[in-house]
């Protein structure tokens, strides 16, 4: 799956929980609950929803690494690979 | 018989519109069914049905609004009819007597002693915000020529998903003009945000004024009547962010916990302790609730935000509270809970989550009587075992009804709150 394929399902994920932003409005560098103003609540079901789709565990002890748009592609590439 | 009024949902809702009626008339409803739709400045909500019966008739159409007290429709009720039959030998309650549509539920609660009786075995309703109902109009008796006759013409409901729904709500668009067209298709989100666009420059009301209405409705009757007292303490949450850790290590996202729902158990535990935060003040005295539901307060994109509640949270497990309050939030933001769920909330939680500021002061939701508020938690120097070690620290704050409570036990329920967080097992 390449980096775009998963940019893709990324801001489809985004786009279910914050209809109201668009991708074009996300700095992909800076922080993504941020960015999107998504409280922790949002980020859980994000990482629910993204687990589900790619079949992943997406730990809790990772979350750091999913800290930006960009960063959390590169992650899924990673998990995914 | 009894009459299914518009309720109030708020203190400050006037009026409503019925969008849905989901029972057909002839079907049976039972208490707690949700048996209609309205739409309100704060969104569309789902009403419940207060007793068991036959809904006979409706007695509004869609898209008519009413105000508050309005008969939407009657049922025939169960119990009542029995009641009926037995407490009377005047006329012999024969089906098929029109009788004009009897008011009953929900009833003002009755006035009681100076001191209620707190070992009174019989649970007292949650009071609801709803004023005396007025007989209906007599011209809206249940006509029996009618009752096997089909319903007044409908026109077929649209279909339109829950967000569009809200989002036409917010921007005061007419949902039924846009259906005309074409009544197959289902009206999306993106359907209406053309169409509030379109209309917005026209110099129609910002979407999310309605809202903000409500909320300063509610806020300043608070702040006109309720001497509000505050308090805050600092609350010790590193083993309770070292519990959901822990317990979140092994399970999937689905079935994670998150900090909030740990709060709103503290809360539900204390008000156990402390009742005199739990409950309403109306006609110029404290009403105890024996429920305990935990107003959540939720914040909406867009701004503006709604506390409904989570319905007896103390007695939920941890896990299935944290299921409730993630369906709780995902249907409020997706503008869809239930009337309930809206006006039984007998104490708010308001927590600002993990990346805002350290402390807020909440305004009391009237008629509630007390509002709990948990800052954001940090990292802090902190004394613990005789050493300086960093801790996470959270403040936790109450904002309390000084003609209910007076500091010091406002004081033994914050603490009985941070105690319960010092010792998440607990929970």
Known sequence: MTEQDLSKALTEELHRIAPD??????DPT????????????????????LGKRFNLEMPE?????????????HYLRAKIA | MSAFL????????????????????????????IIAAVETQKGVIEIEAFEDGILE??????????????????????????ALELSTDQDDPAPGTPEAPQPQDPAPPPNQPEDPAPQDPSPQPPSREIPTPELPDPEIQWPTDLAGSPTTDQKPRPRITPAARRLAAQAGIDIDTIGAKDPEAQISRADIAAIATETHSKGKPEPSTEMRTAIAAAMSRSKREIPHYYLSHQADLTNADAFVKKTNKNRPPENRLLLGALYVKAVALAVQKVPEMNGYYQNDRFQPSQDINVGLAISLRGGGLVAPAILNACAIELDDLMSAVADLVSRVRAGRFRSSELTDATITLTSLGDRAVDQLYGVIYPPQVAIVGIGTPSLRPWVHEGQIVPRLIADLTLAADHRVSDGRRGAFFLKKIADSLFNPESL
């Open chain 2, 57 to 82: 008739k409706w007695l509004v159409e869609l898209g008519t609004k009413v105000p508050v007290g309005t008969a939407l429709a009657n049922i025939k009720s169960k119990q009542r009819y029995q």
């Open chain 1, 30 to 49: 800076e922080d993504l609950r941020d960015e999107c103003d998504i409280d922790s609540m949002d980020f859980l079901k994000l990482v629910t929803a």
């Open chain 1, 21 to 26: 932003v668009s991708p074009d409005d996300i």
């Open chain 1, 61 to 73: 002890a990772d979350y750091p690494k999913m800290r930006s748009f960009e960063s959390l592609v």
């Open chain 2, 6 to 33: 518009m309720p109030s949902l708020g203190a400050d809702m006037e009026a409503a519109t019925l969008v849905e009626q989901l029972v057909e008339p002839g079907a049976a409803v039972k208490h707690g069914d």
